[in-house]
């Protein structure tokens, strides 16, 4: 199993030097690994000028997550903005970073644009120097007009604003799953109603000592309710744990395992259509968090295709690309032009809300990390 690095804020911002650094050294190279087209720069080069330097190179190669329609959607949408063929790669960003290490090992530079989540993206992509600088080539007007932005500008998460842009911010639907055939709603009061002895082995969740959902939601319960509460919780009532979102959400719909912690929403939604009796539902003493899913988005250096690479940037970020993104992911757009119609009410973050953050740079790479790892030690 790919482990990944384990770094400092002061490590990140040494590894954010050394990856501008390397970023310059490969715009001023003349010899490419995969020999890819020179992308024109950012603030010289037109639109148009891009747009025909990226449909010359013929593809871009996208990584993002495992969601339902992920994969035709997505390269579909692209291709009618853009004339240009999207090969889409689908899975966890943990599984992509073990790829991408043996690839980068070898001098091999297959991908152009990562969707990811936070922990791989600040802990592995970003400390390792593989990003590129997004920033400098956004291009579109409404991708770079700050009034069409909840945040007032594009939301850039690194230390230098310039690598990471965060495109959803959603609050948490719930903590919680239950299968209502099986377990009612009202016999889960607080988090001390999880401890019941009579919901040992009736729980199920995304295996929290990885990257992934599981942490996400974890962590939050790790800060709050502490270790030996998650120890009594996720060890003493022998939850079940999985590294496959639908099959978390198959269990609870089936019935296997009746009540889900931190099971993503989208993997019920066809449980749901088909009126399968769910319930999702937060505890009063867990905080509701805010997460931008596999909203990242991430350019990489040394990319086969750099002029896609920014074509597609932009696309994503633009109002065409949340509106086929968003419903996708079930994510909150950052952008405040584009309606939100496919969430609940409870998932649109308030102004003057309180909200834990787990997407915040500085928790991922502390509190997240420590939290991850103790959920390894218990568990694994």
Known sequence: MFQENRVTRRQLIGALALTGAAALAAACTTAAPAAPTAAPTGTAATWDQVLAA?????KVVVSGPPDPGASTKIPDAFKSFSGIDLEYLAGNSSQLASRIQSERAASQYTIDVS??????????????????????????????DGKLYRTGEPWFRDPQKQFIMQIFNSATVALLALNTEMVSPDDFKDSSSLLDPRWQGKMCTYDPGVNGAGIATASAVYVTKGKDYCTQLYK???????????????????????IGIGVTHQYLASY?????????????????????????????????????????ANWIASKAGISVYGPIEN??????????????????????????????????????????????????
């Open 54 to 58: 990226a449909k010359a190179e013929g």
């Open 115 to 144: 969707l990811a989540g936070a922990d791989t993206v600040y802990g592995t992509f970003l400390a390792n120097g593989w990003l590129a600088p997004l920033k400098p080539v956004l291009m579109l007007p409404d991708v770079v």
């Open 236 to 258: 003493g009532q022998n939850i079940t744990l999985s590294r496959d979102y639908q099959q978390v959400a198959d269990w609870v719909a089936h019935g296997n395992y009746p």
């Open 272 to 312: 749901y259509a088909a009126g399968i009796p769910l319930k999702e539902m937060n505890l009063p003493d867990i905080p509701v968090t805010v997460a931008g899913g596999f909203g990242l988005v991430n350019l990489y250096n040394n990319a086969p295709h750099p002029n896609a690479a920014i074509v597609f």
């Open 331 to 380: 994510g909150v757009p950052v952008r405040n032009d584009v309606d939100p119609s496919w969430v609940t009410p409870d998932q649109i973050p308030q102004p003057g809300g309180k909200y834990f953050d787990t997407y915040d740079p500085d928790y991922v790479l502390t509190k997240r990390q420590e939290a991850r790892d103790f959920f390894a030690s218990i568990l694994h």
